[in-house]
């Protein structure tokens, strides 16, 4: 079946279709990652986004229950050069195929993605829309020209957890690369922020020895504060930090109450509650192999990220927070800290899924601040 894949700037694009048989509308963004496409397609931080893999031949290995940072794909579309239609894995349930057509997201095959991202690199990331109706192109147009954009709206609603629950599944223990990683006795009762939190984050934090209970994002500081923690995590989800107001909010309210660590959106979160400002990005930061430098020790990290709005980085330090990690690439914001509280964050995700563990290490830092 013919799919057509029409941007804002009226660019077209036409191939095969796969997934659903429907029609989708999201800001298409690329991603520059060679595997782990199960977990970027879960990621809630993509929630508003149609994904382009960069990396051509998608779906080699299925799908599996395993792999999964959310209970279903997040995303509203997938693009991608090739899709695998005969997955092999031992893992493996069904086809990538399959898997979006039982959750009615449509994909797109055939087309040049290269194309593609070269155009979202020029001209930044932009809204488009995803059909494999049929559906004459004129009727496309106007239909993506209706639609507001996600500037300015409240993707997290739509990712949230609906109540308070703890969480009890660990990392892994085959993961573990630190001989002095602190797994043992939940010691530390910890309120974790979801935004679109990815479950990995969630079993890192069980892994170091953390009590996890897990609150809507719209849950007050006052509720927090009645449950006493020992620390807050604010977590990755998706679009504009601006357009969760409630969330600064309650951020401010609890920030030199508690130990506060922040990741991705959380990180943002942060900044605007300490009256820092954030920006859109061109075409953002989506992968597996985004250099960081440390500032304090200058070591690299490759890092795995996922986020489309950034720090500025003169309102942070007027705001009181060091620059503790840069993005090699742009130059843009990658991590704070506060020179008088017990609160850090960073803009990419350390529990990766997919991507390298060079960021465990930020976990460690947390607990130690938890310690003190």
């Known amino acids: ?48 986004q149609m994904v382009a893999m960069t990396y051509p031949h998608i779906g080699n290995t299925g799908i599996n229950a395993e792999d999964v940072e959310s209970s279903k794909p997040q995303v509203e579309g997938l693009i991608v050069r090739e899709c695998c239609s005969s997955p092999s894995n031992y893992r493996s349930s069904m086809s990538l195929d399959a898997y979006l057509r039982e959750h009615g997201i449509p994909g797109i095959q055939g087309i040049d ?55 009890s599944e660990r990392v892994n223990p085959s993961w573990v690369r630190y001989p002095d990683h602190p797994v043992g006795p939940r010691a530390f009762r910890i309120v974790a922020y979801d935004f679109g939190i990815k479950r990995n984050i969630l079993r890192w934090l069980a892994g170091f020895g953390m009590d996890v209970t897990v609150v809507p994002a719209s849950t007050p500081a006052e509720r927090v504060k009645e449950m006493r923690p020992d620390g807050v995590i604010l977590s990755n989800g998706p679009g504009d930090p601006e357009a969760v107001p409630y969330a600064a909010e309650a951020v401010r309210k609890l920030i030199g ?50 986020h489309n709005f950034a720090v500025e980085p003169a309102s942070a330090r007027k705001a009181g927070l060091d620059i503790t990690h840069v993005n090699l690439n742009d130059g843009t914001v990658e991590g704070m800290r506060h020179r008088d509280l017990p609160l850090f964050s960073i803009q990419y995700h350390p529990e990766a899924s997919p991507g390298p563990h060079d960021s465990l290490y930020v976990f460690h830092e947390f607990y130690d601040m938890l310690k003190h």
Not at 16 to 41: D, H, K, P, R, W
Not at 128 to 150: C, F, K, T, V, Y
Not at 152 to 159: A, H, I, K, M, W
């Open 257 to 306: 109450t508690f130990p506060v660590f922040g990741i991705c959106l959380g990180h943002q979160i942060i900044g605007l509650a300490l009256g820092a400002a954030t920006y859109k990005l061109k075409f953002g930061h989506h992968g597996s192999n985004h250099p960081v430098r440390d500032e304090r020790s200058r070591k690299i990290e490759i890092t795995s990220q996922n």
């Open 1 to 48: 079946m013919r799919s057509i894949l029409l941007l804002q700037d009226g660019t077209l694009f036409a191939g095969e279709a796969f997934g659903a048989e429907t029609t989708s509308i999201g800001e298409v963004v690329f991603n520059t990652g060679m595997t782990g496409y199960q977990e970027i397609l879960t990621d809630p931080s993509y929630k508003g």
């Open 113 to 167: 993605t290269r194309a593609l991202t070269r155009q979202l690199r020029e001209k930044g990331s932009m809204m488009g829309i995803l059909s494999n109706e049929g559906r004459p192109q004129g009727d496309l147009a106007s239909e993506l020209e209706r639609h507001p954009g996600i500037v300015g709206e409240d993707l997290v609603r739509r990712v949230t957890a609906g109540r308070i629950s703890p969480w």
